[in-house]
């Protein structure tokens, strides 16, 4: 049973509009999340994380949102730029240096 | 500072065949870890090194994965025999210290039995 899920397996995007990625799981004991980013033919990139004390993280163009009574977390990219295509990888992890277990992931596409 | 590397990018064997995987980790990262995605499904835990002592192995499918990390240093994952549903995807990370949520991933290892 998958305990991360990314129910879009796809979004569309014009260059300058705002990206939303969202990422739902279903154990408590997750308290940390990550983002990671990956283009074809290359391994995931550490994009940004969040702490389960935390509801927002904020880099730059990218920010990270926990609902954690709703077991949910977004990842907002603004404004999306087409270097931003690529599959992004919502992830999360019960204690530090363990195991990641990561969604399915989501497949962005922006175009200019 | 090189990131992980990972021998060879790609592999083709034939079922019944042995393959070796090699991953180097960033230096000083006493954490290493191994995945693998198959077919575009999500990107699934097989184990966990802590220098070279296996700190946990409950992601391996079955005994036919054998991991190594001698010295503590880069780390070795043969298949024997491969079977086809081993084809996919396998990712080497590494993070720094024990208690470090980020892992850092190498370029992967496509490994495709005919």
């Known amino acids: 049973d998958q305990q991360v899920k990314q129910n879009s397996p796809s979004l569309s995007v014009q260059e300058g509009r705002i990206s939303i990625l969202n990422c739902d799981y279903t154990n408590s004991m997750f308290d940390y999340f990550l983002w990671y980013k990956k283009y074809p033919a290359e391994g995931p990139t550490f994009l940004i994380s969040i702490s389960s004390i935390k509801d927002k993280n904020e880099d730059g163009r990218f920010t990270v949102f926990l609902n954690k009574s709703a077991k949910h977390l977004s990842l907002h990219i603004v404004p999306s730029q087409p270097g931003d295509s690529a599959v992004y990888f919502c992830?999360?992890?019960?204690?530090?240096?363990?195991?990641?277990?990561f969604g399915k992931g989501t497949t962005l596409s922006v175009s200019s | 500072e090189a990131g992980v590397t990972q021998f060879p990018s790609h592999s083709v064997i034939e079922k019944g065949q042995t393959v070796t995987l090699r991953c180097d980790p960033i230096?000083?990262?006493?954490?290493l870890y191994w995945y693998r995605r198959v077919m575009g499904k999500e990107i699934k835990f097989l184990l966990h090194f802590v220098k070279e002592s296996k700190q946990d192995e409950s992601g391996m499918p079955n005994n036919r994965f054998l991991a190594e990390r001698t010295g503590g240093t880069y780390s070795t994952l043969k298949v024997q025999p491969a079977e086809l549903e081993d084809s996919g995807v396998y990712f080497c990370?590494?993070?720094?210290?024990?208690?470090?949520?980020?892992?850092?991933f190498g370029p992967g290892t496509r490994l495709t039995v005919t």
């Open positions: 230096s000083g990262h006493d954490n």
């Open positions: 992830a999360a992890s019960a204690q530090a240096g363990t195991a990641l277990i």
């Open positions: 990370a590494s993070s720094h210290v024990l208690h470090s949520y980020e892992q850092y």
